[in-house]
């Protein structure tokens, strides 16, 4: 029997908007955010998409996101956290080494392989807490989530997630499947126009 795990990026938070690398470190959502996630929050209620369990990172970002997209009780796994950036968390994301032509790997950098590892550990840990036919659902943040999805499916051209934009897997067994996209706040920019 499968098993359905919705990912689901945080909301935009005030490193977002002002273009600053956040992995480990932490900036509260902005009202934007707020709005991105409920429009996300009302898709999933529109939808009758109904979640079983909820985990989330540690970090607060995800933590607030969870908390509006759904009233049930949740944990919190330190797997989940977003990639330390090392020496650039805080700074302007231009300054990223591949945003210059150099690698995604950097000395202070968490390792993209460790990313991974966690990021599977995490997800096998919350697969074996389900039972057949449960439906999750995971707040956690866009670098972590998008190098799962690109590495576990065959959706290797994924984008990637822009706030509070989810993704839908079917698990059974070992084999996790792309199941479908969307991102709801995309109604929230074409009001604003």
């Known amino acids: 029997m499968t098993k359905i795990i919705y990912l689901v990026r945080h909301g935009q938070t005030f490193f977002n908007s002002h273009h600053l690398v956040q992995g480990r470190c932490d900036s509260p ?15 999933f209620n529109q939808q009758g998409i109904h979640f079983d369990q909820a985990y989330t990172s540690t970090q607060e ?3 607030d996101t969870l908390e509006l997209l759904t009233n049930l009780a949740y944990q919190r796994l330190k797997d989940l956290r977003e990639r330390d950036y090392g020496i650039f968390e805080g700074s302007n994301e231009f300054l990223l080494p591949w945003n210059q032509g150099g690698s995604e790997e950097e000395a202070t950098m968490e390792p993209v392989a ?11 840990q919350i697969v074996d807490e389900m039972t057949d036919g449960q439906t999750t659902l995971i707040a956690a943040h866009g670098d972590l989530l998008a190098r799962y999805v690109r590495s576990e499916t065959a959706a ?3 984008p990637g997630f822009k706030n509070a934009a989810w993704v839908k897997l079917a698990i059974e067994g070992t ?4 199941v479908a996209s969307g991102w709801p706040p995309a109604t929230l920019q074409k009001r604003t126009k």
């Not at 959502?29 to 898709?43: E, S």
């Not at 460790?114 to 997800?123: D, G």
């Open 29 to 43: 959502l902005t009202a934007v955010g707020i709005q991105q996630v409920k429009a996300t929050r009302d898709y």
């Open 61 to 63: 970002r995800a933590c």
């Open 114 to 124: 460790h990313v991974l590892m966690r990021m599977r550990r995490a997800v096998s």
């Open 156 to 158: 290797t051209d994924f």
């Open 175 to 178: 084999r996790v499947s792309f």
